[in-house]
């Protein structure tokens, strides 16, 4: 073996490049089962970013059911999921152009069954003895605010329906019991996010389907509740925060029964629709997922005998498990392997991986294993964050050189960033870019007091745990602390803005959609996160002084370093506006901005010209400000006012 090129840090040819990243990759999405058959719903970025409903029969092929000019896609509260379900081999899910819902049966083309009117649809099971399938709507026909309901839609295509809970801002996750006499749900009223509170509904329904008699379980606006589902014996099970982490419960004897407590998270937050942490094995036998400190873990708990034992693999990441007798099927992903689908036999353990997010081969020597990080922030806290350090087999950087640091601060800003293979970050890193991706206060898999930290405090607490985490490690002589940039989209991308005009850490950004204005976000965005800013911020109008406190298009006259803005174009979460504002402010005072929009993209890119654009863009983007010089051929970016 040669010995290592001596190259500077940044300037390392990777074989991680972006064309592989968005020609090799596929993003699998929600599962389930029906049978011997397993589907999930992918999103190809080489397909126009469109979603394909996949199965894998039980003989092992793997057939794509979505035909080219469908994409299984729902727009419900903007992002969607829950796009699909299956019953006995029939699929039925919502098209994303149209939002109406169509039945495929078994190689024949989609048919409607909902009229062409603005209704969208999500979040579907199949009610079989009634012929209805029983979803989430949002009617966007009226003036003013969509209304959400639970309906039930017939399977015949006449367009029939009835509606069987309204009243509440929103609602998800409407589940039948396996004997078909009872209905659970979730709702919730604005200020409130779904990780806020919830109440769990439970209704008794008559022969015909209607509800007969309904009744609050749990939750409310103070306790969270994620995820209602039936055992095959027909009890409720839910999770809920009530502890201050989300832990397992049942409804048994007309009361809340504690399954399994523990200071870890078994739930989400419900951005999305169709979001699962845990499935029956059998009726006593429950396979979940639960998150400590960023890292999953798998378990079985024994209901009967209150048993709990963790599951070894080899994963760190699980998503969307689904159980059948003796097997669990699930999205999972690990440090060092691609993600995957697969399949483990709860008996042998065994393990079959069933389709991955990407069949290229990535050699060890360039894959930087991620270290958990705890660190210092302002209020004598700890917070979280993943290191990646530089990691490329083929070089090594000039004695005394240390590497470029890329902060990254992920999106919500209630969410969390996990450590399973992501080649978006290991484009930097072998490259010779070192990336801190930071759980800062508010993430979730911390339980709910972490969460809360950013309650009344955003933009604020996640700027100053971005900050503190970039410091901590200059002063540790981990990175060059004169070389610090920080990047994020959406509430990443405003995290970003924030520490770019609040803090003088940072030496350069990159602002994927963010959002710079806030009242003019408070304004001007969809029902969901309409009042998301209350608990965030403070209620709006009446805290007009926060919103502008903490806008940094009103204090961009603060910032002192380069600045790159992406933006999809027909953006509804973010306004294009938003980044346009910022930019304008930059421009005019002669600091060096860049600006790349696409067209045709909404919140988050999905195309696979884009998503490489955006990624070599940003490189290109800190070469020139960082002075190195990157070993591939990049199609230069504008960068205004830049000598």
């Known amino acids: 073996m040669s010995d290592p090129i001596i190259a500077a840090y940044g300037a390392w040819k990777s074989p991680i490049s972006s064309d592989l990243i968005v020609t090799s990759t596929i993003r699998p999405g ?49 992002y969607g999921d829950g796009a699909y379900t299956v019953d006995a081999g029939v699929v039925y899910f919502s098209n994303f152009a149209d939002q109406r819902l169509y039945r495929q049966e078994m190689d024949m083309s989609p048919q409607p069954i909902t009229p062409a009117t603005d209704m969208r649809y999500a979040d579907g099971v199949i009610d079989r003895r009634r012929g209805r399938m029983i979803c989430v709507r949002e009617d966007h026909t009226g003036a003013g605010e969509a209304v959400n309901t639970i309906v039930a839609l017939a399977l015949d295509g006449s367009g029939e329906s009835v509606v069987l809970a309204h009243g509440y801002d929103f609602y998800s996750t409407p589940r039948l019991s396996p004997d078909g006499l009872h209905l659970s749900w979730l709702a919730w009223n604005h200020p409130n996010m779904p990780w806020d509170g919830t109440e769990l509904w439970l209704a008794a329904l008559t022969e015909e389907g209607l509800i007969a008699s309904a009744q609050l379980v749990a939750g409310g606006p ?232 950013l309650n009344g405090m955003w933009g604020i607490v996640d700027m100053n745990d971005c900050a503190n985490g970039a ?42 959609y963010g959002v710079s204005d806030l009242a003019a976000l408070a304004q001007d965005t969809h029902k969901f996160e309409s009042r998301y800013l209350d608990r965030l911020v403070g209620p709006y109008p009446e805290r007009k002084d926060l919103y502008h406190q903490r806008s940094p298009i009103h204090y961009s006259n603060r910032i002192e370093c380069p600045v790159i803005l992406f933006q999809g174009l027909e953006d509804k979460v973010v306004p294009p506006n938003q980044a346009e504002l910022m930019v304008d402010a930059l421009r005019a005072k002669g600091l060096p901005v860049a600006y790349v929009a696409f067209e045709g993209e909404q919140h988050g890119f999905r195309k696979a010209e884009n998503i490489k654009r955006a990624l070599d863009s940003e490189l290109y983007f800190y070469a020139r400000i960082f002075g190195f010089e990157p070993a591939d051929t990049i199609e230069p970016v504008l960068i205004e006012n830049l000598a």
């Not at 049978?35 to 894998?56: C, F, K, L, M």
């Not at 979505?66 to 299984?72: R, Y």
């Not at 490259?431 to 979730?444: E, F, K, M, P, Q």
Request: charged share 20%; proline share 6%; net charge negative.
């Open 222 to 453: 103070e306790e969270s509740i994620f995820q209602p589902a039936w055992s095959p014996d027909s009890v409720l099970h839910f999770v809920s925060d009530r502890t201050g982490w989300w832990n397992l419960y049942r409804w048994h004897a007309a009361q809340v029964e504690p399954l399994h407590t523990m200071e870890a998270e078994f739930g989400l937050p419900q951005w999305v629709f169709g979001m699962t942490t845990y499935g029956f094995e059998s009726a006593s036998r429950i396979v979940c997922v639960y998150s400590s400190a960023g890292i999953d873990q798998l378990a079985i708990l024994d209901t009967a005998s209150a048993a709990f034992e963790r599951i070894e693999t080899p994963y760190t990441m699980f998503a969307y498990p689904q159980c059948a007798p003796g097997q669990l099927v699930a999205l999972a992903g690990a440090p060092a392997e691609h993600t995957a689908v697969v399949r483990i036999d709860l008996v042998t353990r065994q393990i079959e991986t069933l389709r991955r997010t990407s069949e290229l081969a990535i050699a060890p020597g360039y894959i930087s294993a991620p270290q958990a990080l705890e660190f210092s922030t302002d209020g004598g806290l700890t917070a979280h964050a993943f290191f990646y350090p530089p990691h490329n087999a083929d070089y090594r950087a000039p004695a005394g050189e240390r590497p470029p640091l890329l902060v990254m601060s992920h999106g919500g800003p209630t969410a969390a960033t996990t450590a399973e293979l992501d080649l978006e970050k290991q484009y930097w890193t072998s490259r010779g870019i070192a990336v801190l991706d930071v759980n800062y206060g508010g993430s979730t898999s911390y339980g709910r007091a972490y969460r809360q930290r």
């Open 30 to 78: 929600q599962l389930q089962l029906d049978g011997g058959d397993i589907y999930w719903n992918e999103t190809r970025p080489t397909e126009g970013g469109r979603n394909v409903i996949v199965r894998r029969s039980a003989d092992g092929a793997t057939t794509d059911i979505t035909p080219p000019g469908f994409n299984a896609r729902t727009t419900v509260h903007e």
């Open 471 to 512: 410091r901590y490690l200059a002063k540790l002589g981990k990175v060059d602390g004169a070389r610090l940039a920080i990047t994020g989209g959406s509430a990443g991308g405003y995290t970003t803005l924030c520490a770019l005009t609040f803090r003088d850490e940072f030496s350069a950004g990159a602002s994927h």
